[in-house]
C-alpha cells in the first residue's frame, strides 16, 4: 500500500486516507485562452513509466492539496511538498537523480 506524508500535519497515511488528483505542475489557462491549449489542460495528461509528479489531498486528515514524486513502476516515493511550490524541492530533485542518473527537472517542466 501506498503511504504519503503529509507536508503541511506531518501525518503518515495511507492511499485510503487520502485522495489521488492526478498530475501535478500543470499550466492552468483561464479566460481568453484558445480552445487547443484548454483541450490540451482538461484531457491531455502524462502517464509515465518511471518518474511522475502527482497531486494529492488529505481528505481524511487536514484537507490540504500537496505533491509527491514517486517511481510509477515500484511506487517508491520520494518525497511530498506544498502544492504551491512550482517545482520540487532540491533535496527531492537529488533523491531522484541519486536513484534515475540522467534524470532532469527540464523534461517534466
Same mark, same amino acid.
Not at 483561464?30 to 482538461?42: I, K, N, Q, T, V
Not at 518518474?51 to 515500484?74: I, L
Given at each position: 500500500?501506498?503511504?504519503?506524508?503529509?507536508?503541511?500535519?506531518?501525518?503518515?497515511?495511507?492511499?485510503?486516507?487520502?485522495?489521488?488528483?492526478?498530475?501535478?505542475?500543470? &499550466?492552468?489557462? *483561464?479566460?481568453?485562452? #484558445?480552445?487547443? #491549449?484548454?483541450?490540451?489542460?482538461?484531457?491531455?495528461?502524462?502517464?509515465?513509466?518511471?518518474?511522475?509528479?502527482?497531486?494529492?489531498?488529505?481528505?481524511? *486528515?487536514?484537507? &490540504?492539496?500537496?505533491?509527491?514524486?514517486?517511481?510509477?513502476?515500484?511506487?517508491?516515493?520520494? *518525497?511530498?511538498?506544498?502544492?504551491?511550490?512550482?517545482?520540487?524541492?532540491?533535496?527531492? &530533485? #537529488?533523491?531522484?537523480?541519486? &536513484?534515475?542518473?540522467?534524470?532532469?527537472?527540464?523534461?517534466?517542466?
Amino acid at each position: 500500500m501506498l503511504t504519503l506524508q503529509c507536508p503541511y500535519c506531518g501525518v503518515w497515511a495511507e492511499e485510503t486516507e487520502l485522495h489521488a488528483e492526478g498530475e501535478a505542475h500543470l &499550466k492552468r489557462f *483561464g479566460p481568453g485562452s #484558445d480552445d487547443a #491549449d484548454f483541450e490540451s489542460y482538461l484531457f491531455m495528461r502524462e502517464n509515465p513509466k518511471g518518474v511522475h509528479f502527482e497531486r494529492w489531498r488529505h481528505s481524511n *486528515g487536514c484537507g &490540504k492539496f500537496f505533491h509527491a514524486a514517486r517511481c510509477t513502476m515500484t511506487l517508491e516515493v520520494f *518525497g511530498t511538498y506544498p502544492a504551491q511550490t512550482l517545482e520540487p524541492p532540491q533535496d527531492i &530533485k #537529488d533523491k531522484i537523480s541519486a &536513484k534515475q542518473p540522467g534524470w532532469s527537472w527540464r523534461d517534466f517542466s
